[in-house]
Each structure stands twice: as structure tokens, then as C-alpha cells.
Nanobody
Framework: QVQLVESGGGLVQAGGSLRLSCAAS????????MGWFRQAPGKEREFVTA????????YYADSVKGRFTISRDNAKNTMYLQMNSLKPEDTAVYYC?????????????????????WGQGTQVTVSS
């Protein structure tokens, strides 16, 4: 089992940057596929990005491709989300998620039903 704690959210102007962190408990962080999802007010939770166990493969939603970068440091049990060129439509609660099962396709990585563990979320607000 793993516990996830997000941090780094806040209020930023459009065009600005934020870096989110997701700290994981336990000694087997490197065995988990990790992902970021977000939920805007009145909308369903949606996939943002994911990373495989080694960090060698990453997947992005089209809406964030080229602006967001996911990474992980397995030695520090931490995943990151660097968000640049932020837009008001990026405003949402951002959740990190983890799952021990292997995934093979974009559809697997982007499916929230395939993630077992979730953090409590961190609010990101982008003002125009």
C-alpha cells in the first residue's frame, strides 16, 4: 500500500508556472505507475499525464502537451509536475495517483479506473 500527498498548488497568473509534487510513502515507489489527474469545478476528473515505473516513458493529454512535464525521482519517492504557460482553463484540483499493475497503452495510462491509490488533491488556480 502507498500513501500519496500532493503539494505545490496555489494561485498564479496566466502565463505563469507552478511545480506540483507528490510524495509517496513506502519503500516500493519505483514499482508504481504514477499519474496526475485534475478536476475542474462542475466537471468530471480528467487525465493530465502519467509516467511509467522507471520514468522512461511519459504520456500527456493533448490539452497540456508542450506545457506540462511529468517526472519522478525514485530515490526520493516523489513525482513532479512542472506546469508552464498556465491558462485559466488549467484551474482545477490536481490529484496524483499510483498503481502497481503494468500498463501498456495510452488508454491504460489515462484511465483513472486503473489507478488504485489517490492523494487528497491540491488546488491550482490560474487567474486571467
Amino acid at each position: 500500500q502507498v500513501q500519496l500527498v500532493e503539494s505545490g498548488g496555489g494561485l498564479v497568473q496566466a502565463g505563469g508556472s507552478l511545480r506540483l509534487s507528490c510524495a509517496a510513502s513506502g519503500r516500493t515507489f519505483s514499482s508504481y505507475v504514477m499519474g496526475w489527474f485534475r478536476q475542474a469545478p462542475g466537471k468530471e476528473r480528467e487525465f493530465v499525464t502519467a509516467i511509467n515505473r522507471s520514468g522512461g516513458s511519459t504520456y500527456y493529454a493533448d490539452s497540456v502537451k508542450g506545457r506540462f512535464t511529468i517526472s519522478r525521482d525514485n530515490a526520493k519517492n516523489t513525482m513532479y509536475l512542472q506546469m508552464n504557460s498556465l491558462k485559466p482553463e488549467d484551474t482545477a484540483v490536481y490529484y496524483c495517483a499510483a498503481d502497481p499493475r503494468p500498463k501498456y497503452t495510452y488508454s491504460h495510462y489515462s484511465d483513472e479506473a486503473r489507478y488504485t491509490y489517490w492523494g487528497q488533491g491540491t488546488q491550482v488556480t490560474v487567474s486571467s
